[in-house]
């Protein structure tokens, strides 16, 4: 089973800080890695795909970069409807994986 | 308005059996591929199994391999997940989800509200 290794497991930030999650894979995924936010009693959101692909109607404050085994998501500009968790997900092969989350706090 | 919406989840002691549902509307059902994804309480998301459109695919996670079974109806709009011979581990929210289709890969772009499955003697 490929990994998924996101680094920190939490973050504190404040609001219009920038901040920048990375996700590595335990083997090449070429770009298939999707983001998602959750917060805390609701379902995952999805906010990037295909690594860097912003889905619809996600703010362009989020970005994802990167390719083969490490990959970023930033926030630009951090808003207070961002604190939350955020994992990573391969999409590359069966079984599907997630990283263990990332926690955006205050 | 695509809607996903879970029901069947319960209290069900170590061994026994429970089938999750998912009712979706809102989009064409039979066009996607499905899955149901968990998460027990404080932990991280974990995949559990898919259901292609194609093909008639189904795909588990090694955890679930041969107690759990997912299935759709595509007149009713409804995927399940029957699970069998259920463990402690087995406790978590299960969320449906279904698959984007603008890349030829599954990742997910709506998500159901989730249902809370409890093993507990």
């Known amino acids: 089973d490929i990994q998924m290794t996101q680094s920190p497991s939490s973050v504190s930030a404040s609001v219009g800080d920038r901040v920048t999650i990375t996700c590595r894979a335990s083997q090449d995924i070429s770009s298939w890695l999707a983001w998602y936010q959750q917060k805390p009693g609701k379902a995952p959101k999805l906010l990037i795909y295909a690594a860097s692909s912003l889905q619809s109607g996600v703010p362009s404050r989020f970005s994802g970069s990167g390719s083969g085994t490490d990959f970023t998501l930033t926030i630009s500009i951090l808003q207070p409807e961002d604190f939350a968790t955020y994992y990573c997900?391969?999409?590359?092969?069966?079984?599907?994986?997630f990283g263990g989350g990332t926690k955006v706090e205050i | 308005e695509v809607q996903l919406l879970e029901s069947g989840g319960g209290m069900v002691q170590p061994g026994g059996s429970l089938r999750l549902s998912c009712t979706a509307s809102?989009?064409?059902?039979?066009?996607?591929?499905m899955s149901w994804v968990r998460q027990a309480p404080g932990k991280g998301l974990e995949w559990v199994s898919a259901f292609g459109t194609t093909d008639g695919s189904t795909f588990y996670a090694d955890s679930v391999k041969g107690r759990f079974t997912i299935s759709r109806d595509n007149s009713r709009n409804t995927l399940y997940l029957q699970m069998n011979s259920l463990r402690a581990e087995d406790a978590a929210v299960y969320y449906c989800?279904?698959?984007?289709?603008?890349?030829?890969?599954?990742?997910?772009?709506?998500w159901g509200q989730g249902t809370l499955v409890t093993v507990s003697s």
């Open positions: 989800a279904r698959k984007i289709l603008v890349i030829p890969r599954i990742v997910y772009d709506y």
């Open positions: 997900q391969q999409a590359h092969i069966f079984p599907l994986t």
């Open positions: 809102g989009f064409t059902f039979s066009g996607y591929a």
